[in-house]
């Protein structure tokens, strides 16, 4: 079946520590993108890529990165830099193209600092 | 700076009620405004509206834009205890194709 998968489903960073969350998709789609979501708070772009190997900073990228090198394929590594790590990560993907702007979200990884 | 407004934030109803949700927005060069449905894990996708498609409906949901008001509402009819999520609207503009995300409707239907 076609879709997105994240892992893992839940995650403990230590302090200090560089985590990396994976997003996959099989639906073909050009564009993924990296969510954060805190309580109250909705959700909040980090990154996003419309094509391979390029990608652009969202709303809050300050502490990630995030590499394409492959089209069904978008990490999201939380660095030592990101003070406030613990939340909700989504990651969502769509076709290019307007009016092509559904986006579909994989499960979603939790993320706590131990 | 665009933004989207939804309102209200929570609501709780009884089963069988219908409720109405809001969106307004203010976003350069609208092209569409989405809804999603979000209950414990991810937000999954209920509506887009455009300007060629203003009304939308699936079973006891339904779904219009105002262009003119630059708003839209989400009805349920005849809520059910599975109705329980949060309510998101996300439109998009000009703006390289990301999308600008209300902070979302929680709504609880107690039996």
């Not at chain 2, 809520?79 to 999520?85: K, L, V």
């Amino acid at each position: 079946d076609g879709g997105i998968t994240q892992s893992p489903k839940y995650l403990f960073r230590k302090e200090g520590q560089n985590v990396t969350l994976s997003c996959e998709q099989n639906l073909n789609h050009d564009a993924m993108y990296w969510y954060r979501q805190d309580p109250g708070q909705g959700l909040r772009l980090i990154y996003y890529s419309q094509i391979v190997n390029d990608f652009q900073k969202g709303d809050i990228a300050e502490g990630y990165s995030v590499s394409r090198e492959k089209k069904e394929s978008f990490p999201l590594t939380v660095t030592s830099a990101q003070k406030n790590p613990t939340a909700f990560y989504l990651c969502a993907s769509s076709m290019a193209g307007v009016p092509k702007e559904t986006q579909y979200f994989g499960p979603g990884t939790r993320l706590l600092v131990l | 700076e665009d933004k989207v407004v939804q309102s209200p934030l929570s609501l709780v109803v009884h089963e069988g009620d219908t409720v109405t949700l809001n969106c307004s927005y203010e976003v350069t060069n609208f092209r569409s405004l989405l809804w999603y449905k979000q209950e414990k894990k991810a937000p999954t996708f209920l509506f887009m509206l455009t300007s060629s498609g203003i009304e939308k409906k699936s079973g006891r949901l339904s779904s219009i834009l105002d262009k003119k008001e630059l708003s839209s509402i989400l009805n349920i009819t005849a809520t059910q205890t599975g109705d329980s999520a949060i309510y998101l609207c996300a439109v998009a503009g000009d703006n390289n194709r990301k999308l600008i995300w209300g902070l979302g409707t929680s709504l609880a239907v107690n039996p």
